[in-house]
């Protein structure tokens, strides 16, 4: 009978890893479209002030 138990723990177990998993996959991907984005927009933003840059 445990046998049976710990094989629908392990059942549950799986499901879960495998959301978890899918999760951290569209998270990652989300993340990395945005940092992208900000990259994007940063490099064709015009500098607002370009008299008082650094250089």
Avoid: F
């Avoid at 177990?13 to 998270?27: D, F, I, T, W, Y």
């Avoid at 990395?32 to 064709?44: I, M």
């Amino acid at each position: 009978m445990t046998e049976k138990h710990d094989t629908h723990r392990e059942t549950e177990n799986g499901g879960r890893r495998m959301r978890l998993r899918a999760a951290l996959r569209e998270n990652l991907k989300r993340r990395k479209s945005q940092s992208r984005g900000r990259t994007d927009q940063a490099a064709s933003a015009p500098d607002p002030d370009p008299e008082h840059r650094d250089e």
